[in-house]
Each structure stands twice: as C-alpha cells, then as structure tokens.
C-alpha cells in the first residue's frame, strides 16, 4: 500500500485552492493506484468525494468560494489499488491556515496578465520527482543509488517518468549576453535569469523548454511574498546540452490534440 505524506492547500490564485501530496518511495507500480480527492466543511466531515486520479499528486478545486472570510474547507486523500477499492488508506486532514490575503490576489493576477500579454513566452514545464516509484531500469535497491546514467526511464531522477507531467506556464527571459572575452578567448554564456508567476512553485533541477526548442534547467529560485504568501518567481537557468537525457523530454503545449 502506498502511504501519503506531507499533504497541504496553497492559495496560488484567488479562483481556486490547491491540493498537492506526496507518497513515500516505493517498489510497487503507482499505476495501479488510484487517488481520490475528498472535501468538506468541517475538520470532522462528512468528507465528499471530488474526483478520482491516476499517477497525479496535485489538483486545482476551482468550486470553492475564496471571498467567504467564514467559510473553510478541509481535504483528505484516499489512496487504493484500483482493483481493490475496498482496501484503502485516508490521509490526515489538510487546510489552508489562513484566508487569502485579497491585496496579494490582486498582485498575483496583475503578474500573470502581464505575462500572458505582453512580456512572457509560453513554456511548457517540467517539475522533477522527489518521490514514487523508483526506476525499474537503473535503481540498485541495495545501495540506494542510479547504476546507470543518462537512463531513458527515469532521466536520471531515479524515479519513473523523471518528471511530472508538464505544465503551461508564461516565462519571462532576461536578454543574455551575447560573447564575454576572458583571458583571451571568447566564451558564450549558458545561463540567464527569468522571471514567472508564483505557480508552479519551481525548485533547482526542473526543466523548462521556451518555444519547443531551447530548454533551461532551473538551478536557483528565489520569491518574492506578500505576508508570506508567494507572488511571483526569480530564477537562474542553464542552458541543457543538446546530448542531455532532458532533450528527451516530450513537447506537447496543452491546447495541442
């Protein structure tokens, strides 16, 4: 059985709540699992069911009304083999602790307007796994480490698949400096800056891919906050080599068929 952890609800937006998880590492095929997202209004229930889901640790509830400072709402997450519905685990329960600051909606959505408008370049996403199931092609269980590199099943994550699935995102790219000379030779930098909305929250090592073509790995991210909660991102980029196992990587924008 899989076990959940590090449950939570994050206010990106004010238009929905987000609800993510995470399962411990594990052997078994995630596959054949299945989650269930459940709400209610009390810390006790009773607990509704939302909708079902496969392989996926996030979900955006897009039915609730943020603007109700009396109302809250909790979540759990079940999780049981899909052959087996009747066997199954419950998460503890999970809220947002604090309303929405309305101030830092308005931020939020003034950044990514103006992304989406005028200054970004849609990306697709790739957010790397931390977690799930370990490699069946390159995981030594023994040791605790990948045997091989550049392994076309989990990118050289250690976990299946290597990332999540991607995600449409506006990004905006600092102009890089065409040639530096240093001692003489002249040398093309790899890195830029850039800047996105708060969501998705990037760590060091996701992929971003601009226009299809060149893909960035995120190797710093800083935020700025609003009462601690995030409205937009900074981040630091290197260029991938054409040769790296994250050219790999599928690109597929989510309005294609």
């Not at 083999?81 to 685990?89: H, K, N």
């Not at 995120?218 to 991938?240: D, N």
Request: net charge neutral; glycine share 4%; proline share 6%.
């Amino acid at each position: 059985m899989l076990e959940i952890y590090d449950q939570s609800v994050d206010f990106h937006s004010i238009k929905y709540l987000t609800v993510s998880w995470k399962i411990k590492p594990t052997t078994e095929d995630v596959s054949l699992y299945t989650f269930t997202v459940m709400r209610a209004l009390s810390p006790e229930g009773p607990f509704n069911a939302l909708l079902d889901l496969t392989e996926q640790f996030v979900y955006h509830d897009a039915d609730v009304s943020l603007k109700n400072k009396y109302r809250q709402f909790f979540y759990k997450i079940k999780v049981f083999e899909t052959a087996d519905p009747d066997d199954y685990m419950e998460s503890d329960v999970a809220y947002l602790p604090s309303k929405p600051d309305l101030i830092a909606a308005e931020i939020i959505r003034r950044n990514d307007l103006l992304l989406e408008r005028k200054v970004g370049v849609k990306c697709m996403l790739y957010k790397i796994k931390s977690y799930g199931q370990y490699c069946t092609n390159c995981f030594d269980h023994i040791k605790k480490r990948k045997r091989i590199s550049n392994c076309p099943v989990c990118f050289n994550t250690g976990f299946v698949h290597g990332y999540f699935g991607p995600i449409e995102a506006y990004v905006n790219f600092n102009p890089s400096q065409k040639m530096i000379k240093m001692a003489g030779f002249e040398m093309q930098p790899d890195n830029i800056a850039a800047w996105m909305g708060n969501y998705p929250p990037m760590v060091p090592k996701d992929v971003i891919i601009e226009n299809g073509t060149r893909r960035w790995r995120v190797v710093q991210q800083s935020q700025t906050e609003k009462r601690r909660i995030p409205v937009h991102q900074m981040l630091q980029l290197v260029r991938i080599n054409h040769g790296d196992i994250e050219y790999e990587l599928p690109y597929k924008t989510l309005t294609e068929d």
